[in-house]
């Protein structure tokens, strides 16, 4: 099985995360991944050591930059059929996800703008 016209949903919605779509077949697959699971994910690679979350532009440019790599953990966990995802179609990626399947993201064209002060945390 794979995906045809697998992509980033760059249209307005209300979800907060990236949402991808898919087709299999004449099935149309949509595909999730929360803006917090991004975020841990972006974080993983960077090493940052303080947390900054993604905005959806960020996200989407990622998604778009890795959409391989997203489109192989997507259909991995769409494989497993109903029985493992219980939205099916839906599929919801998780970090434990992206963890088994070894994928590496790729931030090299990330830009993160500078908070103004009065948003960084106090240690």
């Known amino acids: 099985m794979s995906f045809t016209q697998f992509r980033v ?3 307005p919605h209300t979800m907060d995360g990236l949402r991808l779509f898919a087709l299999d ?3 149309r697959v949509e595909a999730f991944m929360g803006r917090k699971v991004m975020d841990v994910w972006a974080e993983s690679v960077e090493h940052r050591g303080g947390r900054q979350s993604l905005f959806r532009d960020q996200y989407n440019a990622l998604g778009r930059l890795n959409l391989a ?3 192989r953990i997507v259909s991995a966990k769409y494989q497993r059929g109903a029985a493992f ?13 992206i963890t088994e399947s070894g994928e590496a993201l790729d931030l090299s064209e990330l830009v993160r703008d500078a908070l103004p002060p009065a948003f960084h945390r106090l240690a």
């Open 9 to 11: 949903d760059d249209g």
């Open 25 to 27: 077949g004449n099935e």
């Open 69 to 71: 790599a997203l489109q």
């Open 85 to 97: 995802n219980r939205q099916h179609p839906f599929v919801e990626v998780l970090f434990s996800d």
